[in-house]
């Protein structure tokens, strides 16, 4: 295909994608750019919608499930709701891959005859929209994981009888649990890019701060999130996918320990390189939220349908647990413990991340739990195996999708085109060298329990989840700072805390950090606005500990910011 | 090194061993022939030892532990009578590749003063020998795997700190629970043939038939508890290697799946391979032993201090619903289904494993179990994917480890010397087709709902482990009855159900098995008193289940054999 063809099919998807959208939901004028109106969350896409769907499209999705299951809402004026702002959300920055409002509908209707007949819900989710990532197979849609090869074919095969047939097992588990689908979110193509580029849709700006990336590479959903153009949606994570985007626009985002959510019948880049596992994890404006989407999906036992899906269900006495240690903290009888990390000895932070963590830090403090300081194994080791391990095909899988239509790969993807393979003794080599960190980071985290004065080892750590606050074009240098809870297999949770503030978020070293700080291409008026996250790691398969604190420490911290 | 080097190192070490047996317990004479005396268990072995002797070391590991963690036997009478046992053992069959008797009787006497002091256990194991495989590391104690370069060093290493230092991580939690360990038991060179032999020991002989193989790669082990030289050891798994040994000593074995028994910190073959993982599992004479010994290690929970370990404790829940469709069997108000798989369209089954099946069967009928034929997707794909996933690495780690010394490889040994190397994208597309295959067997286990009558799928499946009855040396000609089960990571236990006897498991096509049969190199005279075991497989993480199943079924299969 000569670069005139494939350029020209990805203008005619990208097309094919804004003509999906209804006339009544077309933008009338142009968008104004991003240098007059940086913001267009909130007020701002408010003003294309009546005040019934914003109240819709403004609940989380904990309130939604509450009206559609028992009732109150109908689902179908829940799903036309969503519709129309993703509609909006896409014309604002381009964050759908696919559109397929007119199934929903459908599908929203049979759920309320479902409810008026039975009157009871279908499921946990009756009448929830959620959004998807561009890497889950939908009957009846497309998926091209931002690849022009990949259009008309299934995952780049022509003919293949799977092509708009098959459904990935985590949208069969959707369904039966009464999820409305209705849209496919933006990725950068590879899916190996903290930022969201592509030769069908262009570029996913950030919502919050047009000048810069949504973040990636689960980039759509973070935008279309931010815009609240959905209630909650799923995304992958490999080296930080769901969590960066997460970050980047003031959300919750969950990277599960890998075996949790079904990853079975999903496309996916490089499919088979089992060393570190991507997985699969959800995205909401609230940790609540989470929780729901998680718990939910467990309830359809994917172990039973994934092969690679452990049988471990929802955990409530985990949970319980939790909430009597943070209830003891109250009392002052005892406390949960944290390990805060405020940079990984590779990259150093931008000022209004190292504020953000100060601000938790506080948030800890005041709430009486302990916090160590974080000297864990060397982050660069974690470093080198995520980028050998990404790396270990030489970019062949890659190179092959691209060549299908002859594309050019885009400049942020993190694996380099032309690298050699390595063999199966590298492999194993590499397997043995992360398994080596992950036992000497399991080892230091034990150590933990003889500094807490809890008599247990921390029960997470806060850290960046990236130099930034979202990022500017072609800046993001290193995802170091999400890709060793991959290399750990981890649990961690994204949670917002503030925004940056040129005002405040001022160059010059920051002595409050240990080791090297240096605002290396800092731009306080280019980021400013821009939400500004943090990480809380906690040990492998820690899912309900990890979402209960994110949840009880997300709230404290908007308390303490007074946003509640 | 030259021929004559290697031989003399390997022989120094065999000497080694022997002369670590106190001369009290050094046999007088020469042992028969295996032609003159085949069996030498029971009461050929009897006449070495004691009463007390006999009556200690014939009692299971349940009982010897209700003996010394309530303080009725001293840990270091126990610990004489199995170290007594295990070197006549050794003298018989040559099952041991090291002994450390005097630390043994040292750690027995700390276990009984600290009985004396705290009139209580130390763990669940208090005062229990345990055995182990020639790959876990004790301080003190040489780990060769077989390999003459291995001998003076660590894993190969000269000069490595670790050698006789370091601990496994599952001996750590065997010595917090009690276990005394006094001898590692025989390998193959490799890990990977289903008979026992190497440069060092020579040949592992089944002491029930010495004119058969103990099996492999855990054959030391089952030689060593068909002599009842121990009441319980540890083998690994990667193709068969716990269950073989144990079908052909008349043992019960457990193949858990990967992540429950840790592996942490044991030496390995082709270490880091991560598409097939080589898991640790028990073996002992009854099954309610191996849910002691699994049981006691999940308690040290293991997922703590092995990143590769699943935070998954026991779950007795999953035992009271097994027992409780038992139950109901009883009364005939429901029952437990199960499939039956005769042979794996392969490899045929010589007449005493047919007749073992329909022992079962005959059992499972009787009892009011429900039976369904079992149709998997193809055990051929399976056999492809192990064949191809063990040699990955062109056999590069194995001629590694033998060119140390320069010593040859065992004919036994089923993976090529001078294989290719598979690239990354070779290894995806692997881990690709082996996943693919799991789903398919996964369906295709949800779908025998339809067929069982109960409302759920098969309970479990009962197929052989072998073609054979034990078998000749160098006659194993494939694994395929076992290896699949690794493919799948499914939960496996070797059940014994009886003995080859020339009398009636005579040549001849065998009409009651559908398939193909023919008996390829059966020889009735050779296999006469052979143990025959099956297997019984379950879906993945269903040990709990498993066991449940396999101490009832293995007891109802000995009453109608009127054993008890």
Same mark, same amino acid.
């Given at each position: ?90 014309? @604002?920055? =381009? /964050? ?7 199934? !929903? ?7 309320? *005859?479902? #409810? ?94 047009? @000048?810069? =990336? /949504? ?7 973070? !935008? ?7 209630? *909650?949606? #799923? ?330």
């Amino acid at each position: 295909m000569t670069q005139s063809d494939w350029r020209a099919q990805g203008e005619a998807k990208r097309q094919s994608i804004l003509n999906a959208i209804p006339d009544k939901w077309r933008l009338k004028g142009p968008v104004p750019a991003a240098t007059e109106q940086r913001d267009v969350t909130g007020t701002y896409i408010q003003q294309f919608l009546n005040e019934r769907e914003v109240e819709i499209t403004e609940s989380d999705a904990v309130d939604i499930v509450a009206e559609t299951t028992s009732g109150r809402w109908f689902a179908v004026e829940v799903a036309e709701a969503f519709c129309h702002r993703a509609a909006i959300a896409h014309q @604002l920055v =381009s /964050c759908l891959h696919e559109i397929f409002f007119d199934a !929903a509908i459908e599908d929203a209707k049979k759920l309320d *005859a479902y #409810f008026a007949e039975h009157k009871a819900p279908i499921g946990p989710l009756h009448g929830l929209p959620v959004s998807l990532k561009d890497q889950f197979h939908i009957k009846g849609v497309e998926t091209t994981m931002g690849y022009v090869g990949w259009i008309g074919t299934f995952q780049g095969q022509r003919d293949d009888p799977r092509r708009a047939t098959k459904e990935s097992e985590l949208v069969r588990e959707l369904r039966n649990l009464g999820a409305v689908l209705y849209c496919k979110t933006s990725v950068p193509t590879t899916l190996m890019a903290g930022e969201t580029v592509n030769n069908i849709i262009g570029y996913t700006w950030n919502p919050k701060n047009r @000048l810069l =990336s /949504c973040g990636g590479s689960s980039g759509g959903e973070g !935008a279309l999130l931010a815009l609240r153009g959905s209630p *909650a949606g #799923f995304g992958t994570d490999i080296g930080g996918s769901v969590r960066i985007p997460a970050g980047f626009n003031f959300l919750y985002g969950l990277r599960p320990s890998s075996g949790r959510i079904p990853y079975e019948s999903a496309a996916n880049s490089a499919d088979g390189q089992s060393t570190i596992l991507s997985v699969v994890g959800p995205l909401a404006r609230t940790a609540r939220s989470l929780t729901l989407l998680f718990k939910a999906v467990l309830s359809q036992k994917p172990w039973l349908h994934d092969p690679l899906a452990l049988e471990i269900p929802w955990r409530d006495s985990i949970v319980q647990d939790t909430h009597s240690l943070i209830e003891q903290a109250k009392s002052g009888t005892s406390s949960l413990a944290f390990g805060i990390m405020p940079w990984d000895g590779m990259t150093p932070i931008h000022p209004p991340i190292a504020r953000g963590l100060r601000l938790v830090e506080q948030t800890l403090k005041r709430l009486g739990h302990k916090v160590v300081p974080w000297n864990p194994p060397s982050h660069e080791r974690a470093h080198e195996i995520a980028s050998k391990t990404f790396g270990m095909d030489g970019g062949a899988d890659f190179r092959h999708h691209f060549n299908l239509s002859g594309e050019t790969q885009a400049a942020q993807v993190i694996v380099q085109e032309n690298g050699a393979q390595l063999t199966a003794s590298g492999i194993a080599a590499l397997n043995v060298v992360k398994r080596e960190y992950q036992k000497d980071y399991m080892d230091y985290w034990n150590s933990t329990a003889a500094q807490t004065g809890t008599g247990r080892p921390v029960d997470g750590v806060f850290c960046p989840l990236a130099p930034h606050a979202a990022v500017m074009p072609e800046q993001f240098k290193n995802v170091g700072y999400t890709s060793f809870v991959n290399v750990l297999d981890y649990s961690s949770v994204s949670i917002p805390v503030t925004f940056a503030d040129k005002t405040v978020d001022v160059q010059g070293k920051d002595s409050s950090l240990s080791g090297e700080y240096i605002n290396w291409d800092y731009d306080a008026d280019t980021y400013d606005g821009a939400p500004v996250g943090v990480q809380l790691f906690g040990r492998r398969l820690q899912e309900e500990k990890m979402l209960t604190i994110a949840e009880y420490i997300g709230e404290e911290i908007a308390r303490d910011l007074k946003r509640v």
